[in-house]
């Protein structure tokens, strides 16, 4: 069978076990799913890498990502702002952007569309673009916001967003990361995709990836935000943990965000220093100057700036002591 798909079986003989090593070129899912329904194949195990561009071994390896200032992997890279863009109070957002700025952040967060859980809360407001927008330009800072459709994809584009944010619900949606990976192949645009929270096994994450490098822009970083099943007390189940995993396996940068991860403002710091100290290139954390006057998560898990700048000066020394030679 394994010849229809290019490749040859070489046997070894064992005493108790044979393995059949597969010769060739054996990425085929295909083939790879009727070896496994064979009834005398306990399993398959893969040599070769089930993701071409995305692989640590792939040409893209040399590829840097550079947005706001920062070489994602040559110092800390900060992603802070609000999770949800308050319409009817811009003067929030406004202040949080300058703030963040000031606590040291390279890309400015704030929620436009936001994917909710039940349909009667907020779910954002097309009118929260010019907003953001509006803060890029007074702080300087480069911006990302989350696109669930395409609609969305072109609006931010149009709009000059510089980092579009898949989220944690849409990052298995093989469809939406295709028309994503398509509209942002001709650009400098940086894409900021987000663990499922059910996804399986770690390269499941490196190959929803690979559906939007695919198209041609290598800019894509991967960002632990917690999953399933929680953890009692925290919002989900951290995994900040994974990052050793997805450098031994990916070139691209990972960025936690702690925010989602634990869900509460009180734990945020512990976690994205744990981020730091896995070997993460940063994280991605919501902060908002007025936490309590805030909407969607910030009342219950946005820091404030003064503890967003005691982040970063803390996790600039766990970086230090990770990278002695290219400590800032
Ligand atoms: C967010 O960043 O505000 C958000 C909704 O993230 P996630 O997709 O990780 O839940
Ligand atoms: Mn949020």
Known sequence: MVAEFGCHIQPIIGAVRTIY???GDER????INRLEGLGYVERVDRIQSP????????????HRIKIGGATLGEQLFVIAGQ?????NNPQFFIETAEAVKE??????RGGVWKPRTNPYTFQGDVKSLDILMEASRRTGLPVDAEVMDETQVQLALDAG???LQIGARNALNYSL????????????????LKRSLHMGPISEFISAAEYVV?????SVILCPRGTSPTLDGYRYHPDESVTPLLKEKTWAPVVVDPSHSVGKAAYVQACALAAIAYGADGFCIEAHVAPSQGIGDDPKQAITPEVLADTIAQAKQIWALRHPARAD
């Open 83 to 87: 999770c949800t863009i308050d319409p």
């Open 21 to 23: 090593a597969i010769v």
């Open 103 to 108: 606590a040291g952040a390279n890309v400015l």
């Open 28 to 31: 085929d899912e295909l083939m």
């Open 51 to 62: 993701f071409k561009l995305m692989d640590r071994r792939s040409d893209l390896a040399t």
């Open 214 to 218: 695919a198209f041609g822009n290598p």
């Open 177 to 192: 990361l295709r028309a994503i990976g398509r509209a942002v192949a001709e650009r400098d645009t940086v894409i900021l």
């Open 161 to 163: 967003v510089h980092m």
